[in-house]
Every structure is written in structure tokens, then in C-alpha cells.
């Protein structure tokens, strides 16, 4: 049975009854980044501070607003996210698509691409690539 750091998700049945895990410190520090910005504050009852607010930020893209303030918020809810969870990722790039960018996503979805490296092992990093709403 191959060792795992932590799970995958959306959790899927994987080999003989477990669910399917990373096996490598940076996958699975990956899947940590996609878990803390996609939970949504409020939702971990014990710690009610941990996630973000990204869900709600992605919900006003039907309101009438400047589409403008739209990005600047989800860019500081992913640096506060990870300065205060997860100091040890450094992000080396964060671009955030809205329709307007990219006329492939839906009006109600924004794009998320970044790459990080870890703090104090420059030479190991990922990306991660998320579409909300």
C-alpha cells in the first residue's frame, strides 16, 4: 500500500477501498493551497477564521459593480490566506481573470493561476490553476 501525506479531493475511490492521496510534499502542500482558498470562512466550525471569502467575492460578479474592485479583492483574500495559514509558500505569480480578460470563462467565474515556492526551499514549487463560480 504506497504511503500518502494527504487526500485528494474532490475524494474519489482510488486502490482497494482508499481514496486516492498525494504521495510528495509539494502535491500535497498544492492540494492544501486549493482546500484553504476554497473553504469559505465560517464553514470549519471549530476554527471559523481559516479559508476565505472567495466564494462570496466570486457571487457579486452578477451585481451591478465596478468590475474593477473585483480583482484587487481576490488577490488580497489570497495573500492574507496564505501570509496567515501558510507563511512558508511564497508566491512567485498570481494572475486572476475575470470574462473580461478571458472570454473563454463564464460572466460569473473568475480564474485563478499561481506559482509559488516554498519559503526556504527556493528550487521546489507548483502552480495551481482554479476556476470559481
Do not use: C, H
Request: glycine share 6%; aromatic share 8%; net charge negative.
Amino acid at each position: 500500500m504506497p504511503k500518502y501525506i494527504n487526500f485528494k479531493f474532490p475524494l474519489r475511490k482510488f486502490d482497494r477501498g482508499y481514496f486516492e492521496g498525494n504521495q510528495t510534499t509539494i502535491k500535497a502542500i498544492t492540494e492544501n493551497i486549493k482546500i484553504l482558498l476554497l473553504t469559505t470562512k465560517g464553514e470549519r466550525v471549530i476554527n471559523p477564521d481559516i479559508g476565505t471569502n472567495l466564494s462570496t467575492i466570486s457571487g457579486i460578479l452578477f451585481d451591478n459593480i465596478d468590475k474593477s474592485e473585483i480583482v484587487p479583492r481576490v488577490r488580497e483574500e489570497i495573500i492574507q490566506a496564505l501570509q496567515k495559514y501558510m507563511s512558508q509558500v511564497k508566491l512567485t505569480n498570481l494572475v486572476i481573470e475575470t470574462y473580461e480578460d478571458n472570454p473563454e470563462l463564464e460572466i460569473s467565474q473568475i480564474k485563478i493561476k499561481m506559482s509559488y515556492v516554498l519559503e526556504d526551499i527556493e528550487n521546489i514549487g507548483d502552480s495551481i490553476s482554479l476556476t470559481l463560480g
